[in-house]
């Protein structure tokens, strides 16, 4: 007889499995990205890398989020699992710095789908009550890839080949594909789809110029008929989301204060949370001169602090309320990136760690936070859509994140060069020997080179703090009851 009920600790399991497979990514592409450049060269495409995935991841998720609550959250998901699986396979055989970018952007379209509609199955199946624990649950899963993501990448890295850090995400996409098909069982009423094609290639247009714009930080000879076609882009696509009956961004759900804050807050944290994943293994690396063993586990503290928050963060909400337990977590997020801003290369791997760490307290306290609120605010028809919306401006966040601070750094480090007289010909392009085991360099070199990354790095984190002092701002804006 066919089994028609669905098996929630099964289901849990199998969600839990597909948000390991996408945190694990994180962690891991973080921590073997120096060694990467080291192979294939080309450390002015550096931010690329993840500029490229995360531009796709964001420009996908809300179209998921539609089509799950069209067609239901099981087939989606598998489409966009099956994706990222080919994306990762075709990563790992890249051969040149391009290659690898044209492959994220495979993996970025997949990667839309993982993250908010698994958190949406989750939100279908157990009730208001059990949501606030469950999610924590699910935020356990970063603490769990981050205790063997960046600890199984060192060891790829050093052992096997970097390679792998892509090809690790292909069993555990199939076994949670598996899980999910025998064990979730949905009773979706299918309506005819109604996507906004036109919204989504307006708004890509114009992410993506912007984006550009923001890593090349005026070194392209198009700046100005770039900028043009962004702001263009973006009137254009204000204007249609205001008359088509199928918006990509479901604005009416903005009017509440509490969501609007916490989407807006998220896109904050998401250029925090891509500015310390992304460059702190190059600060442990190139400037530590650590291994990448010791890079992953500075960004290890940061995701084992993230569920510990998370899982109080349920209880939180039930006893001193949603603007309390936010404000914690975003006085938690402040303190964390004025941590960064005091980091020097004498002070070591540790406090890079005990900085990570507590910056993972705030995120998780404030996403947890967030994730339940919005979805005891809507109905199944929307939830797919109001989750995705939220997780949709933490992609932004990571996507501007990536190019802005990725342009900060090219700048600074182009800017610090050309201003040393032991420079010679050194370029940006000279850090992937940094990066590469500094064989290469006489000591000279070395010197100017970890210097010039030492103070880059130092303004990409000023930058960081700013954004923490600003969600901190925002979460201050919520009213008492809400």
Request: hydrophobic share 50%; with cysteine; net charge positive.
């Amino acid at each position: 007889m066919k089994q028609t009920t669905t098996k929630r600790p099964l289901v849990l399991a199998a969600v839990m499995l597909a948000m390991f497979m996408g945190a694990i990514e994180a962690t891991i592409v973080a921590t073997a990205m120096p060694d990467i450049v080291a192979d294939l060269g080309g450390f002015s495409l550096y931010s690329w890398v993840f500029s490229a995935y995360l531009l796709m991841n964001a420009a996908t998720v809300l179209i998921y989020g539609k089509l799950s609550d069209i067609f239901g959250r099981r087939p989606v998901l598998f489409a966009g699992i099956g994706i990222f699986l080919a994306g990762s396979i075709l990563c790992g055989l890249a051969g040149s710095m391009e290659q690898m970018i044209a492959f994220r952007f495979i993996q970025g379209i997949g990667a839309g789908a993982v993250m908010p509609i698994a958190t949406t199955i989750v939100g279908d199946i157990y009730t208001k009550e059990e949501r606030g624990k469950v999610q924590g649950y699910l935020s356990s899963v970063w603490g769990i890839s981050a205790v063997t993501g960046p600890a199984l990448g060192g060891l790829l890295v050093e052992y096997v080949s970097w390679r792998w850090v892509f090809w690790i995400n292909v069993p555990l996409g199939i076994i949670s594909i598996l899980m999910l098909l025998f064990f979730l069982h949905e009773k979706v009423e299918k309506k005819k789809p109604n996507i906004d094609y036109i919204g989504t290639l307006l708004f890509l247009i114009s992410i993506s110029t912007f984006m550009y714009l923001l890593v090349e930080a005026g070194k392209t000879a198009y700046t100005v008929p770039l900028l043009i076609i962004g702001i263009v882009s973006l009137i254009l696509f204000a204007l249609h989301e205001q008359r088509t009956p199928s918006p990509i961004i479901p604005f009416h759900l903005w009017k509440v204060r509490p969501i609007l804050i916490a989407n807006l807050v998220s896109f904050t944290t998401g250029i925090i949370l891509i500015g310390i994943s992304t460059f702190l293994p190059t600060y442990v690396q190139g400037v530590m001169g650590k291994n990448a063993t010791v890079a992953g586990f500075t960004l290890t503290a940061m995701s084992i602090g993230w569920p510990i928050a998370s899982s109080l963060s349920g209880r939180l909400l039930q006893s001193i309320g949603y603007r309390t337990t936010t404000l914690i977590g975003g006085a938690a997020l402040l303190a964390g990136g004025f941590m960064f801003t005091l980091m020097k290369p004498d002070l070591g791997p540790w406090w890079a760690a005990a900085s990570s760490f507590v910056v993972g307290i705030g995120m998780g306290l404030t996403s947890t936070a967030f994730i339940v609120s919005i979805q005891n605010a809507v109905g199944w028809n929307e939830r797919g859509a109001a989750t995705a919306s939220n997780m949709f401006m933490r992609n932004i966040g990571n996507t501007v994140g990536a190019a802005l601070l990725g342009g900060v750094l090219n700048s600074r480090l182009s800017a610090y060069l050309k201003g040393s007289d032991d420079a010679g010909g050194l370029t940006i392009n000279s850090v992937n020997e940094l990066l590469g085991g500094q064989a290469d360099l006489n000591k000279t070199a070395q010197s100017v080179l970890s210097e010039a990354l030492t103070s880059s790095l130092h303004t990409v984190y000023i930058v960081v703090f700013l954004f923490a002092a600003a969600s901190f701002v925002l979460l201050l804006l919520l009213k008492k009851g809400e």
